[in-house]
Each structure stands twice: as C-alpha cells, then as structure tokens.
C-alpha cells in the first residue's frame, strides 16, 4: 500500500510531480499505469513512475482516477524510457507520450462546470441580461449538470464564443475528457474472437458462453465473429459478453491477412544458412549480442529473418521486427500473416486507432508473440523479447524528427541489452556508424555477398551527361542511351523504374532579368512548381500560391522554370513512348498509403511498363520484372550541406539499383550524372561497399564527423528574428568557452534560416565524449529554462540526421 505517487506529466517542465493518494487508490497503483492528477486548473493524464510512503515537504494534492488497473508500460519499458530522456535530453513526459499508442483511444474532449464565481455570476445575470444571451443559456445549463464541449456545441449555436469568454472570467473550468473507445461495438462480420492467454475462468457462466469458450479451446487462434455465429449458438451476444469479462479478446477484423502473395519459405542456401546459424546459436544462448547482417540486394536477407524469429518463439520468447516506413505496406504484412498467423500483431500507421489499440493489447498479452511495426513498434510490449530485427537499419526514418528525437534502430540495441536479447541490424548498404561498429568489434559481422540462386548484380552503367550535352548541344532530360533501353524493355514487355529524386513539375520559378526565385512567404525556400493544379507550393508548409505572371520583385514578365520534377519527368516519358503506360509515385500521388500500395501492386501485377517515382520507389520492393532502373540524375543529393550527402547518395543508387534483375532476366541500371568520378557515384556504380566505406571513414575521421565524435544540433528558433538572433548570441556566451573535448560551430544561421515562420540559428556540436556532450546539452536545457524560453525556442538533436 503506498500513500504517494512520483507521476509524469506531459509537461515542459521536466521533473516528476507528487500526489497523494485517496483511500480509494492505494492498494491499486502501479509504476507504469495512467492516473488522472489536477495540473494548475487542468486535469492531466500522466504516467506513475513510482508509489512510496515518503512524505513531500510540500502540501500535495490528491491523485483523482486511474485510468489503467494494470501498468501499461513494464518496468523494462520505463527504464527505457528513462534513457531516452537522458540520451537524447528530451522530457520524460514527451517520451513516455510518444511510446503509448494508447493515447488515441482516449477522445479528446473537455468537460465544462461552474467554478464558484460562476455559480454567483449566474444568480447576478438571470436579474441583468436577456434570457436568450448565450453566455447566460451557457451558464444556466452548466448550473444543473457539467456538460462537454460537444454537447455545448451541439445545443447552442453561439456556445462556442460565450464558453471562451467565461473561461476567460474564471467562471467555468474545463477538465479534459477521458472516454474509451468501445471495440465491442463493431457488426460481427467486422470482429475476431480470440481467447484470452491465462485468463482465469470463473465457476459460473451461462451456457452460450461456456460454449463458445470451449470451442475456441479446442480450434486456438482467432475467428470471425460472423462465421462463428454459423457454429456457435449466439455465438455474437456470448463473444461480446465473455470480452467484457475479459475472457475473450475482440479484435478488429484485419482486411490486410488477405493481402499480398504468399511468401513461400525457402531451403536456405549456404550463406544465409552460415549467417543463420550464427543468430540461433545466439539467441539460444539468451545473452545480449548485436549482429550486422550486411547482404546485398537480393541476397534474401527476409528469409534469415524469418529463421531467426522462428528460433526465438521455438525457444518460448518473442520477437520485434522493425522496417522503414514507407516499407510496412499491407502487402508486405499479409506476408507475415501467412507466415506466422495469429502469432503476428501488426503496428501500422494505416490502421485505426481502434485497430492499433487492439494490436498492442494482444501483444501485452502475449496472444502475438511476433510483432512486426516501424520506429515506434520499438517500445511494443512484447513479451520475454528475445529478438529484434531492424530492417534497412541505415534508414533515415527510423529517426523521429520531432521530440522526443530517438532513432528506434539505437533504442532497439538499448532495449535488447536490458531484456537479454540478440539484435540483427539488417542493410545492403549498413549506415557507417554500425559498419564501423562491427570493425571495431563491438557488432559481429554477418555476410551475404551474393544474390540468391546466383543470379548477378545488376549491370551499373554511369552516362556522364556532360558530354551527351557536348555531343548533341540539348539540354535534356534523357539521355539518348536512356531512351533507347527503355524502348527495348518496352518491345520485350520487360519493366523499368524511373528515378528522381524531385516532385512537382519543375524545381522552380526564377526570374531571368533580375535573379529572383519565388520563394515561400513562411521559409526562405524556394517553391516548386506543380503544374497538375498550377500552383506553386512549399514542401516545407504547404504554403500554395498562384503561379506568378510578373516577378515579385522587378515585375519582369521573363519568369521561366528550372530543373524539373517527376511530374515533368512522366510527361517527357508520355511524349517520347505515347503508348506506354506509365504510373507516378511520389508523395503527390501517393498521399494515402493505400494508393501508395495500389500503384505498386498495379505494376507489380503488369499494369504498367514504367513507373517513375522519387527515392520512395527505391526502397525494399521485389518486382521480378523490372531489368531496367534508370536514374535521371545522381547529382541532386550530392550538393546537399550535409556531410552524409555521399552517403546518402550512395545507399539511394545502391538500393535502387538493387530494384533490378531480381527474377529470372538479369537487369541493367543507367545513372545519368555530371559527376560521374564522385566516389559515391562510382562506387555504387561498381557495388563496392567496401571501397566506399573506407574512403568515406578516412573522410570522417580527418573531420572528426561521426563515427569519430559524437553530435548534437541546437536550435534556436522565434517568429521575430531579433529574438531569436538574441537568443542563440546569449547562449553562445554562456557555453563558450567549451568544454574539454568539445567543439561548437555557431551560431549561425541554420541552412534554411527561416522555417514555418521562424527564424532558426543553429549550433552544430562536436564532442569526443558522450559524457561531456550530455553534460553540454544538460546545461543549455538549464539555461532556456532559467531565460523562460518558450517551449518550442529550443530544440536539441542528439545524433541528428539532417541538418536543415
Ligand atoms: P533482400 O531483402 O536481401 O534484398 P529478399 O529477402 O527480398 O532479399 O529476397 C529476394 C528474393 O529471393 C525473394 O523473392 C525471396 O523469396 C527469394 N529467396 C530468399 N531466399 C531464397 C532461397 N534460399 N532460395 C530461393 N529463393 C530465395
Ligand atoms: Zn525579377
Ligand atoms: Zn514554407
């Protein structure tokens, strides 16, 4: 019994608050459970840390409701998250957020009531003003009953202003609304029955309901709802009821088990056998152990996967899966399904919320012992866990670009050391820093250096289009060569990808008398031309204009567009092959994942003969058709301010690249390029990773960038450009000079020194020693708390990626 909770807020201020707790809570809190607490005026749902006995020196308030009976974060899991916050300095209450998906089962929602200034008020305005005055028809429904906002809103029309103006008096307050969603009331057809692991049975219960328990006993797994009903008598009143016993478990009927090609399973060849013994005989030895798993596209990396996740479940633990976003497609999860069943909970951003929620509840009780989810399928509560894969783990997205800014391949390592479980790192193109870590022994090496059953790496020819520039004195899109290949794959009904790394029509709208390039109101970046809905756009916010007629800036009438864009790309293709069919895919086409996945499966199934796309297209899939992949230009990345643009552009060639040949016909790529000696062009070019990773590493070592130091960005961001100029000098006295072993650039202003409406300065931070780095960043967070920043005036990236 405990008279107190330690609980974390989704607050700015980083500390963990103290409530007492009401006779009624005692002997039911937990660390790990969601309790409701008063913050201020609010009511805040926060995360309980601890439970003790301590009294505080200070009067605290009591706890109100807890949301959870049982924790829903382990203690694995809080530790985890204890990390987190240290590593990366980002405020436990963010991170704790960010690793419940659960939070989007609570409706968000306010609960208004009278404070007692309002109950007076409303005696004083019945005498001063007209019956039908909203603020007083507000005031005088609240008298009876607290009501929500929806209810408010609903009942009447002007509700809206009068409740801001009395919130603003003090006379009502708002408590945020906490209502689960009911999965039970979905139709029959739309739900699965599964019986609940380890659930105990009580003596009692009507026959329909013992019943149904007793035949999905003896046939395990989950049914659908409906054809149960064609088995079992009520089956639906008996199902409904038995789960709010919570004896059974309803899940939404998952459309996506029946998606995709099966995926049949493979005799492993030599070296995925070699590699795969390696993994079972650690995993079987339960310790802590990282592996790189370097193989080249097409090498059948899945399939040692797959091995290894069916050695840990033999061995009665479980597994984690991660893959890139743009990778979980519900193609890719049928194939899971087929495979493992029931066993498999999938974490998909295409899913409800509903759905995602009932995911994770299977997976807490251990109903799935194999999940498979991108980045933030890193803190689902597997149980046991045993292992974890992280697919293409050199991808940029498993790092979150907002707070709390963890990679999810880094935190998979931290997890799996803390559970005792073995870590497969999975890439064609391993990310330098884990290369690096296998060299230095810390991660063992796993190698497969050839693609199945033999078949050869695609041919990589580079055209320098210098020279085609030279030799036919036009500027153009396709090179001759190009061209004339696509044409071949079109006559042998082969299929070929188009790369560009660029949506839109064309790049931009500049003036040819004065210079001008339209750039966005809100970010000093150009805006993209689309032609589709004329309009130019930012791909930072989304601010839209119409195209301009006149330059903005001398009135000049010569405006004209440069470089060019997919869209542009695919009309070119149109012109040049009027009867060929030709799909796009690019984040303008593909806004929903769903389209996304039905432009790929259309050409997967031999509806298209080319598919033009930007680096979306180049990642994981295996369309046996494709033998021909042409890159329009392996120069845009390569002049990115970023000291990973050549890594960058080397695993973007290598990986699409990797789309072709892997059927039967042996496949060819055409890179077109003004650079074609840059090492990173001309060593994808000749698949030699080797080759550019010591290159790159000497690089990085002579810049001591990563993985020769460790790095953080800061940011330093205000909508008025004095401030945030004030700002970042104010900081910059304060940490110079720096300490030992560290180095700080800035300020400066950021490489897009205004964005969203802000203006961003930016100190780039160099440190030999983790230690003294965290210690750095500890201090600035200190000092913005001490100046009263704002909450949004600083932002820290630990290990940032990018550096816009
Ligand atoms: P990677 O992820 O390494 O690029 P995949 O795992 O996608 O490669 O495998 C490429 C293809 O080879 C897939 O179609 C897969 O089903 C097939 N495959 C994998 N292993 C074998 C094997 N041992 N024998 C035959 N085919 C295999
Ligand atoms: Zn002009
Ligand atoms: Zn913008």
């Excluded at 749902?45 to 009294?55: E, K, N, Q, S, Y």
């Excluded at 609960?111 to 005696?123: C, N």
């Excluded at 097409?298 to 976003?325: F, H, M, Q, W």
Aim: glycine share 6%; with cysteine; aromatic share 6%.
């Amino acid at each position: 019994m405990a008279l107190y909770c330690d609980v974390s807020l989704p607050v700015p201020l980083d500390r963990p608050f103290t409530y007492s707790l009401p006779e009624t809570l005692r002997h039911r809190v937990q660390p790990g459970s969601r309790i409701i607490v008063p913050f201020g005026s609010r009511k805040l749902a926060g995360v309980i840390l601890r439970c003790h006995d301590d009294r505080p020196d200070v009067t605290v308030r009591d706890a109100l409701r807890l949301i959870d009976s049982e924790p829903v974060l382990d203690a694995e899991l809080l530790a985890l998250a204890g990390w987190i916050a240290g590593y990366y300095c980002a405020p436990l209450g963010e991170v704790l957020r960010a690793m419940l998906p659960l939070a989007s089962e609570i409706r968000r929602g306010k609960l208004y009531s009278l404070t007692d200034a309002g109950r007076d008020a409303a005696r004083q305005l019945v005498l001063d003003c007209s019956p039908d005055d909203p603020v007083l028809q507000v005031l005088r429904m609240l008298e009876r009953r607290p009501l929500s906002a929806a209810y408010l809103a609903k009942a009447l029309p002007l509700a809206d202003k009068a409740i801001r103006s009395l919130e603003r008096k003090n006379f009502i307050v708002a408590e945020q609304l906490q209502s689960e969603r009911d999965p039970l009331r979905a139709p029959a057809d739309k739900l699965r029955v599964e019986l609940d692991a380890g659930a105990a049975r009580p003596a009692k219960l009507p026959k329909d309901e013992r019943e149904l328990l007793a035949f999905l006993e003896l046939h395990p797994g989950s049914h659908n709802l409906k054809d149960l009903e064609s088995t079992v008598r009520n089956a639906g009143t008996a199902a409904r009821s038995l789960a709010r016993k919570k004896l059974v478990s309803l899940l939404p009927d998952r459309a996506v088990a029946a998606a995709g090609p099966v995926r049949t399973r493979h005799e492993l060849n030599t070296a995925q056998m070699a590699a795969f013994e390696q993994l079972r005989g650690a995993i079987e030895a339960r310790q802590f152990h990282t592996f790189l798993l370097h193989g080249v596209t097409g090498s059948g990396k899945t399939e040692v996967y797959l091995n290894a996740i069916d050695t840990a479940l033999a061995c009665g633990r479980g597994a984690l899966l991660l893959v890139p976003e743009i990778a979980l497609t519900p193609a890719v999860a049928g194939q899971f399904f087929s495979r493992f069943g029931d066993r498999v909970a999938i974490l998909h951003s295409a899913f409800t919320d509903v759905e995602r929620t009932d995911q994770w509840r299977r997976i807490r009780s251990g109903a799935a012992g194999v999940v498979v989810g991108t980045r933030s399928g890193v803190f689902a509560p597997v149980r046991n866990l045993g292992l974890i894969v992280v697919d293409e783990e050199h991808d940029g997205s498993y790092k979150q670009e907002e707070t709390p800014r963890y990679n999810g391949r880094d935190t998979a390592i931290v997890r799996a050391q803390a559970a005792g479980a073995c870590v497969v790192l999975g890439s064609a193109t391993p990310s330098l820093e884990s290369r690096y870590n296998a060299e230095r022994g810390k991660y063992s090496l796993l190698e497969l250096p050839g693609r199945i059953q033999e078949r050869p790496m695609p041919r990589v020819e580079l055209i320098d289009m210098r020279t085609e520039f030279l030799e036919t004195r036009k500027q153009a899109t396709f090179s001759r060569r190009l061209l004339e290949t696509v044409g071949h794959r079109l006559d042998n009904g082969e299929q070929t990808i188009i790369l560009l790394n660029r949506r839109g029509f064309s790049s931009f709208a500049a003036c040819r008398t004065c210079g001008e390039r339209v750039q966005c109101m809100n970010c000093s970046v150009t805006l993209t031309f689309h032609r589709r809905d004329r309009r130019m756009l930012c791909h930072y916010c989304g601010y839209a204009e119409k195209v301009p007629s006149l330059c903005p800036k001398c009135q000049s009438e010569h405006v004209y567009f440069l470089g060019l864009g997919s869209e542009r790309v695919e009309d070119e293709l149109h012109r040049e092959f009027p009867r060929a069919r030709i799909a796009r895919l690019d984040r303008d086409t593909a806004s929903g994942k769903r389209q996304y996945e039905s432009i790929l499966r259309e050409f997967r199934e031999g509806s298209y003969d080319i598919l033009v796309g930007t680096q979306m297209i180049a990642k994981g899939h295996d369309i046996p058709n494709v033998t021909l992949v042409g890159v329009v230009s392996a120069d845009v990345g390569l002049g990115m301010p970023d000291f990973r643009a050549g890594e960058r552009t080397f695993q973007l060639l290598t990986q699409v690249a990797g789309r072709a040949g892997r059927g039967h016909l042996p496949g060819i790529v055409l890179i077109q390029t003004i650079n074609p000696d840059h090492y990173a062009v001309r060593m994808a070019a000749a698949h030699d990773y080797t080759a550019f990773y010591q290159k790159e590493l000497n690089f990085r070592r002579m810049m001591a960038y990563p993985p020769f130091s460790a790095m953080a960005n800061i940011l330093v961001r205000s909508a008025k450009q004095e401030e945030a100029l004030r700002m970042s000098t104010e900081l910059g006295h304060h940490i110079t000079p720096p300490p030992e072993k560290i180095r700080i650039m800035g300020p400066a202003e950021a490489p897009v020194p205004r964005l969203k409406a802000e203006y961003r300065y930016q100190f780039l931070i160099k440190a030999a020693s983790r230690k003294a780095l965290n210690e750095l960043l500890q201090r600035v967070r200190g000092f913005a708390e001490q100046h009263k920043w704002g909450a949004t005036a600083l932002v820290i990236d630990v290990d940032p990626l990018t550096l816009m």
